[in-house]
């Protein structure tokens, strides 16, 4: 077994503010990293903030852009997964995830799932993705990338798990909702959110890694609730509703 120290980034994007999220990701990189973590997680558009609708197009980046190659090249001796607007080729663009490691762009997952529904129109704004892989990492095991609404659809976990990936990493930008008091955890967003994620970890055996952001986007509330799950569904770390926080999580991976 190897150990592995995992930092959630727990934080409240600045929508559209491309440069300013850019700097703080970069402090808290190194900040991350020099208490030791191999793994940085932020979440969903950490980079550029979730409801940006006719802004996607100014803040959107190439894979190959230099403001993200300069991320990459704080991940010396780390790995970290960070979200963002990608622009294809083509022009398209798409909610993405990319794992960034050891000052390179090791892999970019592209949002399979964009819903539809309550207040949601992902669609009007951006692609689909097409692909699902897993990918090697320098943590010596397979990682597995998601993106919020895409952990909502069985085969995703599943088959990121049939792939090879032993831990599994789900970025999201989730609003709290169902705040009735007959929800026992407060939250009927959180308790749905830890339910899924522990029978994923349970079912694939897998670490399974949760950043949620927090702070408000045109009157839309996010609840933060980040997590690290163990294999057998335990919850390691968690971090607060509502609140930036950095966590972190000391977890055991079979080589």
Not at 178 to 203: E, P
Request: aromatic residues 6%.
């Amino acid at each position: 077994m190897q150990p592995l120290r995992i930092a959630l980034a727990q934080l409240a994007p600045e929508l559209g503010q491309l440069d300013a999220n850019l700097a703080r990701h970069h402090e808290l990189l190194v900040e991350a990293r020099g208490a030791g973590a191999g793994l940085i997680v932020f979440p969903e558009l950490g980079l550029t903030g979730y409801h940006l609708q006719d802004l996607a197009a100014e803040v959107a980046m190439t894979v190959d852009d230099p403001r993200l190659l300069a991320l990459a090249s704080e991940t010396g001796g780390c790995s970290a997964v960070v979200s963002f607007v990608e622009e294809s080729s083509d022009h398209r663009l798409f909610i993405a995830a990319a794992l960034l490691e050891d000052g390179a762009v090791r892999h970019v997952q592209r949002k399979l799932y964009l819903p539809t529904y309550g207040l949601f129109d992902e669609r009007r704004f951006f692609a689909a993705g097409d692909a699902l892989r897993a990918t090697p990492s320098r943590l010596g095991v397979g990682v597995g990338l998601a993106i919020c609404e895409d952990f909502w659809h069985l085969g995703v976990p599943e088959l990121l798990a049939l792939d090879g990936a032993q831990v599994l990493v789900n970025v999201a930008s989730s609003p709290g909702r169902d705040v009735a008091a007959v929800n026992a955890g407060g939250l009927g967003t959180a308790v749905s959110w830890r339910t899924l994620l522990r029978t994923y970890a349970q079912l694939t055996t897998s670490v399974v890694v949760f950043c949620n952001r927090v702070g408000v986007d045109e009157s839309v509330s996010f609840w933060g609730g980040s997590m690290v799950l163990g294999p057998t569904g335990d919850v390691i770390v968690e971090a607060p509703l509502y609140e930036e926080a950095v966590v972190v999580a000391d977890v055991e991976l079979a080589s």
